[in-house]
């Protein structure tokens, strides 16, 4: 159980556009869902934390309009990378997490991740 | 604020042996959480094993153990008769709490470990 999944797997886009990614909790609901941004052999970086139905929390020197979180039910949300530049190409992963008994320690469930390339 | 040091950028370990990755923290919380967690090379985050503050004994899962030194403030990972797919990075993480719900991770900076024949 716990499964998170992440779509697309990978993405390239061209600099100026925008490109979405979903996160999906596929079998419990997540009450938070946290988006991680890493560089290649770098530790993961939060970008920002979102709660079902409310706004997202940036992590100091994230840009919110550049970067737009949706937690639109308890099962997904998504992170829009909007005017990508190639600065943006990067790893981002999802997690989610959950207050119910799913869990005793608030573990949160990564998803396998997307890769994007702005060229 | 929560703070996670690895200093092991690399390690390299002979197949079947024991390795320790080390992982020590900084927080002014008395509640608080540790988790290791593996990513190989295809980016998933898996997870090993979890260590509460106020857990008294080791925890343990498989061929991993947590060797949690309070006083010291070290969460060192131990990983017995390792195998080649124990190739990974290896990141130390602290769970703190977080006011708007749910539980915020600080990880550290990883450490790469290397499996040898």
């Known amino acids: 159980g716990a499964v998170v999944s992440q779509h697309p797997s990978w993405v390239i886009c061209k600099s100026g556009t925008s490109v979405k990614i979903e996160c999906r909790s596929l079998?419990?609901?997540?009450?938070?869902m946290f988006w991680y941004r890493q560089f290649p052999k770098q530790s993961l970086m939060l970008m920002a934390t979102s709660n079902e139905g409310s706004k997202a929390t940036y992590e100091q020197g994230v840009e919110k309009d550049k970067f737009l979180i949706n937690h639109a039910s308890l099962t997904l949300s998504t992170l829009t990378v909007t005017s990508a530049h190639p600065e943006d190409s990067s790893f981002y992963i999802c997690s989610a997490s959950t207050t119910g008994t799913h869990t005793t320690f608030y573990e949160q469930y990564f998803g396998p991740g997307t890769r994007l390339t702005v060229t | 604020a929560q703070k996670i040091t690895q200093t092991q950028p690399g390690m390299f370990v002979q197949e079947k042996e024991a390795v320790t990755l080390d992982c020590t923290y900084d927080t002014s919380d008395q509640s608080y959480g540790l988790f290791w967690y593996k990513q190989p090379s295809s980016g998933e985050m898996i997870f090993l094993i979890y260590?509460?503050?106020?857990?008294?004994q080791n925890a343990t899962e498989g061929r991993y153990s947590l060797n949690f030194q309070k006083a010291r403030k070290s969460a060192n990972l131990v990983i017995s008769a390792s195998q080649l797919g124990d190739s990974a990075m290896y990141f130390c993480?602290?769970?703190?709490?977080?006011?708007?719900?749910?539980?915020?991770?600080?990880f550290g900076t990883g450490t790469q470990l290397k499996v040898e024949l």
């Open positions: 079998d419990f609901q997540a009450t938070t």
């Open positions: 993480a602290m769970r703190e709490p977080f006011t708007g719900g749910g539980n915020k991770l600080t």
């Open positions: 260590q509460g503050s106020y857990d008294e």
